[in-house]
């Protein structure tokens, strides 16, 4: 059984956009998956599928082989924790610490237990120092990591972001990065998110999804997705520059292979310049 599932999923807003046709995505538990695809593909749609926020028109959406429905919904909002991609959507309480405590509370935990959440979910996106401040005066990237945290507050199962990078200096990203993966390794959640920064999912991501008008496109491991370079650029999404550089050394007749991060990169690159080992 899968954690998360979705069969022939359709759905039209009112006005008749058509924004998802027939999607069968699959979150097997432990997994990194990223949804990627140009503005407008269906990603934010799929995603609101997931906890219920929006009900399917046609097909199903299935959270541990169950369909969402009234009865379950409140236990699938505490397993699939959703990170919108617009914080301001999430975020409502006088002051971060009680937006964060706000979720944990709803659960019905005790107060020392919410607490202890709340102190756990600072920490790990480092944002102690925003505690006691108002979530509306806060910077794009500050709002995201506490929107973020809400949801970590919850203890999720299954963690879903929306665009998690969207609006983060370098550094947030790459703290986004480390946590993420750390959450994954070391508690075992599942981890959902979108993008469009390619370079994400070769940090982030096993397995890929890729949308385009409403639809899956493809599907892969990350390798198997950059392969096919031509099917990414007709929809507007460019490779990361490490593969793209080895792709265009290997068709000048460079011996070495494509690989995706820049510690693979440096290897591939010294060894193919003989450069002795590193000190
Ligand atoms: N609330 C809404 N009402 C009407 N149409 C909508 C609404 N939200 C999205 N759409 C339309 O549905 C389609 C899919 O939008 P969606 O937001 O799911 O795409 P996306 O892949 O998340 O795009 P982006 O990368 O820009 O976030 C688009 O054509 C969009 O215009
Ligand atoms: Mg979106």
Redesign the pocket.
């Known amino acids: 059984m899968h954690l998360i599932e979705t069969i022939n999923l359709s759905y039209a807003?009112?006005?008749n956009?058509?924004?998802?046709e027939n999607v069968n995505f699959v979150a097997p538990r432990n997994l990194r998956i990223a949804v990627i695809?140009?503005?407008?593909?269906?990603?934010?749609?799929?995603?609101?599928h997931l906890n219920g926020v929006i009900r399917p028109q046609s097909g199903q959406v299935l959270v541990r082989g169950e369909p969402i429905s009234k009865r379950n919904l409140k236990e699938v909002r505490k397993f699939v924790g959703v990170v919108f991609?617009n914080p301001d959507d999430q975020i409502f309480a006088p002051t971060v610490e009680q937006d964060i405590a706000f979720g944990p509370t709803n659960l019905g935990l005790d107060e020392a237990t919410v607490m202890h959440r709340v102190d756990e979910a600072l920490g790990l996106l480092d944002i102690e120092y925003l505690r006691h401040r108002a979530p509306h005066h806060l910077s794009g990237g500050e709002k995201k990591r506490v929107a973020i945290a809400g949801v970590l507050a919850m203890e999720p199962g299954v963690l879903v972001m929306?665009?998690p990078t969207a609006g983060l200096d370098p550094r947030g990203r790459d703290d986004l990065v480390r946590f993420v993966n750390s959450l994954w390794s070391r508690y075992g959640i599942t981890v959902i998110f979108?993008t469009?920064e390619l370079d994400l999912v070769s940090r982030m991501a096993d397995y890929v999804y890729v949308?385009s008008q409403?639809r899956i496109l493809a599907q892969g491991t990350v390798p198997e997705i950059f392969e096919q370079e031509e099917m990414l650029q007709r929809i507007r999404l460019d490779l990361p520059v490490i593969p793209k550089l080895c792709r265009s050394l290997r068709r000048r007749g460079a011996g070495i292979p494509v690989v995706y991060t820049l510690v693979e990169a440096e290897e591939v690159l010294a060894s193919a310049l003989a450069l002795p080992p590193k000190p």
Do not use: C, I, W
């Not at 956009?17 to 998802?20: D, I, K, P, S």
């Open positions: 807003y009112r006005d956009v058509r924004a998802l695809g140009p503005n407008g593909a269906g990603k934010s749609t799929l995603f609101r991609q929306d665009e979108s469009h949308m409403g």
